[in-house]
T-cell receptor, first 117, second 114 residues
Framework: AQTVTQSQPEMSVQEAETVTLSCTYD???????LFWYKQPPSRQMILVIR??????QNATENRFSVNFQKAAKSFSLKISDSQLGDAAMYFC??????????????FGKGITLSVRP | KAGVTQTPRYLIKTRGQQVTLSCSPI?????VSWYQQTPGQGLQFLFE???????NKGNFPGRFSGRQFSNSRSEMNVSTLELGDSALYLC?????????????FGSGTRLTVV
């Protein structure tokens, strides 16, 4: 079974600084999808960034970028120029390809990010 | 474009009762998935529906069931509620058949069982 591990339960960053959130996963698949979701106090999960495993290029969305290391099964999220609105819980998620029995999102436990003004 | 709408936002039920939660996906989205979120277990997959058919099911007891209607709206039902069913229930919809572009989540229904 696939597992997603986020080993750091909490992190803190100074406003305008850069922070990296770590995520590792375990899978025997060669093709899959990885996601980072943000959950603010409003509870709604918001998709931050998505990575396709067969693409070597790291995904980037404005201030958010990932460091995808397929061989190491690592998928970290870098937030540049941190803003107060970035404070939230961040979840790393994995999804295998297709629509088979295991084609669901598997989430890590999440990391709470606080931003200091 | 309206987002994923879940109703009600909050619900308090008594042990032994049953409850029905509703989810209206984004217009045009045919896939709807349900997740249970608790502090102890994190986010756990309940089930997924696509075009009114259950396509995938998580490891939950039979007390948890769901369905999807022809307009893609989905409901989940929990019968014989237990204290451990207290959780945030999140619904997510997806545009593509394989859900590979990610899901759009609703704000969830907070269920408290007393």
């Amino acid at each position: 079974a696939q597992t997603v591990t986020q080993s750091q339960p909490e992190m803190s960053v100074q406003e305008a600084e850069t922070v990296t959130l770590s995520c590792t996963y375990d899978t025997s698949e060669s093709d899959y999808y990885l996601f980072w979701y943000k959950q603010p106090p409003s509870r709604q999960m918001i998709l931050v960034i998505r990575q396709e495993a067969y693409k070597q290029q790291n995904a980037t969305e404005n201030r958010f970028s990932v460091n995808f290391q397929k061989a190491a099964k690592s998928f970290s999220l870098k937030i540049s120029d941190s803003q107060l609105g970035d404070a939230a819980m961040y979840f790393c998620a994995y999804r295998p390809p297709g629509t088979g029995a295991n084609s669901k999102l598997t989430f890590g436990k999440g990391i709470t990010l606080s931003v200091r003004p | 474009k309206a987002g994923v709408t879940q109703t009600p936002r909050y619900l308090i039920k008594t042990r032994g009762q049953q409850v029905t939660l509703s989810c209206s996906p984004i217009s045009g989205h045919r896939s709807v998935s349900w997740y249970q979120q608790t502090p102890g277990q994190g986010l756990q997959f309940l089930f997924e529906y696509f075009s009114e058919t259950q396509r995938n099911k998580g490891n939950f007891p039979g007390r948890f069931s769901g369905r999807q209607f022809s307009n893609s709206r989905s409901e989940m039902n929990v019968s014989t509620l237990e204290l451990g069913d207290s959780a945030l229930y999140l619904c997510a919809s997806s545009q593509d058949t394989y859900n590979n572009y990610g899901y759009t989540f609703g704000s969830g229904t907070r269920l408290t069982v007393v």
